[in-house]
Every structure is written in C-alpha cells, then in structure tokens.
C-alpha cells in the first residue's frame, strides 16, 4: 500500500514527551499517529473523549447565575418550565418588535 507524508505542528516540550512515551509502549510516534488515524476511521469519531475544562471565568458566570435563579425564586424550576418561561419572552420581545416596526412603517 503507497504512504505519504503528514507533517504536524505542535510545541517541542509536547512533542519530546511522546515521543517519550510511545517509546516505552514499544512503538514510534508515527506509529501510534498511524493507529489513532486507524481507530478514528474505523470508529467514525475521536476514539476518546474531548472535555473543556471549566475556567474561572465560566465557574463564576454560573455561580453568579445560580445565585440570581435563587433571588428571582426560580431555582428548583423544572427544565420543560424554564424553556416555556424562555419560549415566552422571547415571544413577547418579537411581538413588541413586530409592533415597533410596523409603527415605523406607518410614519
């Protein structure tokens, strides 16, 4: 079967290590690059799970709404209730839109 050439970017320090480590699985990196391309054809998906990690930044947007939920009284709402609550006003904003621009338009 004919090769060809896949040529990857990535930072020296990260590169180092696995090089490192797939030499002590028995193998080389392109190796173990070959057998991750390999798993994801034939799985038709990243053989493994790919999180975000939560950051500062979103750890307190969600506190800051959590605490919000609990002042408003709306903390223990149901799920099917808070996308009806939403469905609402978002209804009521594009109501109050449609209303503005046919005000436009009689001017």
Same mark, same amino acid.
Request: charged residues 30%.
């Given at each position: 079967?004919?090769?060809?050439?896949?040529?990857?970017?990535?930072?020296?320090?990260?590169?180092?290590?696995?090089?490192?480590?797939?030499? !002590?699985?028995? %193998?080389? /990196?392109? /190796?173990?690059?070959?057998?991750?391309?390999?798993?994801?054809?034939?799985?038709?998906?990243?053989?493994?799970?790919?999180?975000? %990690?939560?950051?500062?930044?979103?750890?307190?947007?969600?506190?800051?709404?959590?605490? !919000? @939920?609990?002042?408003?009284?709306? !903390?223990?709402?149901?799920?099917?209730?808070?996308?009806?609550?939403? /469905?609402? !006003?978002?209804?009521?904003?594009?109501? @109050?839109?449609?209303?503005?621009?046919?005000?436009?338009?009689?001017?």
């Amino acid at each position: 079967m004919p090769t060809s050439t896949f040529s990857v970017r990535m930072d020296e320090k990260l590169k180092t290590e696995l090089d490192e480590l797939c030499a !002590q699985f028995g %193998m080389n /990196t392109s /190796t173990a690059i070959n057998l991750f391309a390999r798993a994801v054809v034939r799985e038709r998906r990243i053989p493994f799970e790919i999180t975000a %990690m939560p950051s500062d930044a979103g750890l307190r947007a969600f506190r800051s709404l959590r605490r !919000q @939920a609990k002042a408003n009284g709306v !903390q223990g709402m149901p799920l099917d209730e808070i996308n009806a609550e939403i /469905t609402k !006003q978002a209804d009521a904003c594009n109501s @109050a839109a449609r209303g503005s621009a046919r005000a436009r338009k009689k001017r």
